[in-house]
């Protein structure tokens, strides 16, 4: 279960990438929403393995 959400948390983080690139391309009007989604993309990505798995013993 733990491949899981390390999958899914890597899953998460590569399409920031893409999702800050296209805050560039996009119309204006989305332009904010776009790099909004990927700062939140990142930060559950890095949250996942914080809070979910725990520590390693």
Do not use: C, H
């Amino acid at each position: 279960m733990k491949i899981f959400a390390v999958v899914i948390a890597l899953v998460l983080f590569l399409a920031s990438f893409p999702l800050f690139a296209y805050a560039f391309w996009v119309p204006e009007e989305w332009a904010a929403l776009t790099f909004f989604l990927g700062i939140m993309s990142v930060t559950l990505s890095l949250a996942i393995p914080f809070n979910l798995l725990g520590r390693r013993d």
